[in-house]
């Protein structure tokens, strides 16, 4: 279901029932993008039913998904079809456009062409642990976890997420697994990525390999950092943490949920659903003893000039 999560601590009430959170989505639902639009976003059912409600809660997590509408119109289309209006009015007038005029015309050839341009549609999913307060997002960048939050924030009127933080920074963990320290539930993958720490430019990537290799653990006792790391978790989910708490990669060995092909698929949406965010609530958890806890800090504001 999910292939990667950026984590975000909310520290604001959340929709007590589904009905509720349900309802809250419901103000704002997903509308295809207007003629004249670039982009539209809003809530759909993550069943893929259009009478289903807008969210799933299973086993103490809410499933949310997030479909943003953009029209694609490339760069090159608009400057063609400006240059044949630009064309156009230098044989009329016999002068260059001025710049309030070539500013019009640009306006006019991408409203045109807007209304006639293809659609393509985005979805992201996130999930909810209610246990821990929790919003794990389905995305591979900040700024597209931030869209989300963006559009969930309206539904609730007032929303306080913030980028999740640990007590300890999540690269000494990494190190540690690395260079042979044992974990509980923590096996150490065969994928890892290594950075100069004089140079973010310089960095290695080693894929399919026993990490256990002494010439590759001595990049990281000479001084390299290792930004990410792959791991199996409860010998279960297979998936590559990162410096900065993301996971990456996540994977599940076949067979792990419900497998029967003629299972009806909300019963399986169900099953993935909920062996996901069980394992990922365990791993969690692990994470707090090993990291002594989430930090309550508050992000620093910059100050303004």
């Not at 119109?73 to 209006?85: F, K, N, Q, T, V």
Request: glycine share 6%; proline share 7%.
């Amino acid at each position: 279901m999910f292939r990667n999560l950026r984590f975000y601590r909310v520290d604001t009430p959340w929709p007590e029932s589904e009905a509720e959170l349900d309802e809250a989505l419901s103000e704002h639902p997903f509308k295809p993008c207007a003629a004249f639009a670039e982009r539209s976003a809003g809530w759909e059912s993550p069943t893929g039913d259009e009478n289903m409600p807008l969210c799933r809660r299973l086993a103490g997590a809410d499933l949310l998904q997030l479909r943003t509408q953009t029209r694609i119109l490339p760069a090159a289309a608009i400057r063609e079809a400006l240059s044949d209006r630009v064309e156009a009015f230098r044989a009329r007038m016999g002068v260059e456009p001025p710049r309030r005029e070539l500013n019009r015309l640009k306006a006019e050839t991408r409203d045109e062409l807007l209304s006639k341009a293809l659609v393509k549609s985005d979805r992201t999913q996130a999930f909810y642990l209610h246990a821990d307060r929790l919003l794990a997002i389905d995305v591979a960048t900040p700024s597209k976890a931030e869209w989300l939050i963006e559009n969930l924030r309206p539904c609730f009127g007032r929303l306080e997420c913030v980028p999740l933080a640990w007590k300890t920074p999540p690269e000494q963990l990494l190190k540690r697994l690395f260079l042979g320290e044992p974990a509980q539930r923590f096996l150490v993958g065969r994928e890892c990525r290594l950075q100069d720490p004089s140079d973010a430019r310089a960095t290695g990537t080693w894929k399919n390999i026993d990490l256990d290799d002494d010439s590759i653990q001595r990049h990281v006792r000479d001084g390299m950092r290792l930004t990410h790391l792959g791991v199996i978790f409860d010998q279960l989910l297979e998936c590559v943490l990162a410096e900065d708490g993301t996971i990456g990669k996540l994977r599940f060995p076949e067979g792990s949920a419900a497998d029967d092909h003629d299972e009806d698929p909300l019963t399986r949406l169900d099953a993935d659903f909920v062996l996901l965010t069980g394992t990922i609530k365990r791993l969690v958890d692990e994470l707090k003893e090993l990291l002594g806890g989430i930090s309550q800090a508050r992000p620093v504001q910059p100050v303004a000039a």
